[in-house]
T-cell receptor, first 116, second 110 residues
């Protein structure tokens, strides 16, 4: 149980392109979803927290107009990297949680984004 | 907000030895402490967790201890095997607000 699916797993695109990443909870309802960015050999950097039906809460220093997050249902959240540039190249991971106490976050497989 | 510190950043042990990773947290309201294992290029996976009303929890070769007074918790891996080699993250949370440590890269030498 508690499976999170993230697509695509790998994206290579030209600078200026917008890229959408999907995160789905397959067998549970995710009240809260999270988006992380992970640089090589570094920790998980929280970008934003999204609750179903409401606006995402962005961490300090994360541009909300650059990283658009939509959490339209209890099983789907999307991250759109708008007008991506080489410095946006990274490993993006989503996670989902039921929102109840004492519950772990369940992670997707991540998306490796490479901007040329 | 919550701040989680994790030590050491790298740890190398011989197969069969024990490994210990330590974390401290700042917010006394944190009540749930999961540990994740992340292999290279893969997703972080939950390996064990502990609630604030429990002092110790064990699952086969893995155990976690929690000292609420001192606000620190530790992961213990006994009889390490090469497949234990990975990056381990601790976390502290209050409901949906979860903060991760910087990670420990564990290498188990055969």
């Amino acid at each position: 149980g508690a499976v999170v699916s993230q697509h695509p797993s790998w994206v290579i695109c030209k600078s200026g392109t917008s890229v959408k990443i999907e995160c789905r909870s397959l067998d549970f309802q995710a009240t809260t979803m999270f988006w992380y960015r992970q640089f090589p050999k570094q920790s998980l950097m929280l970008m934003a927290t999204s609750n179903e039906g409401s606006k995402a809460t962005y961490e300090q220093g994360v541009e909300k107009d650059k990283f658009l997050i939509n959490h339209a249902s209890l099983t789907l959240s999307t991250l759109t990297v708008t007008s991506a540039h080489p410095e946006d190249s990274s490993f993006y991971i989503c996670s989902a949680q039921t929102g109840r106490m004492y519950q772990p976050q369940h992670f997707g497989d991540g998306t490796r984004l490479s901007i040329l | 907000g919550e701040n989680v510190e994790q030590h050491p950043s790298t740890l190398s042990v011989q197969e069969g030895d024990s490994a210990v990773i330590k974390c401290t947290y700042s917010d006394s309201a944190s009540n749930y402490f999961p540990w994740y294992k992340q292999e290279l290029g893969k997703r972080p996976q939950l390996i064990i967790d502990i609630r604030s009303n429990v002092g110790e929890k064990k699952d086969q070769r893995i155990a976690v201890t929690l000292n609420k007074t001192a606000k620190h918790f530790s992961l213990h891996i006994t009889e390490t095997q090469p497949e234990d080699s990975a990056v381990y993250f601790c976390a502290a949370s209050i409901v949906a607000d979860m903060r991760f440590g910087a990670g420990t890269r564990l290498t188990v030498k055969p």
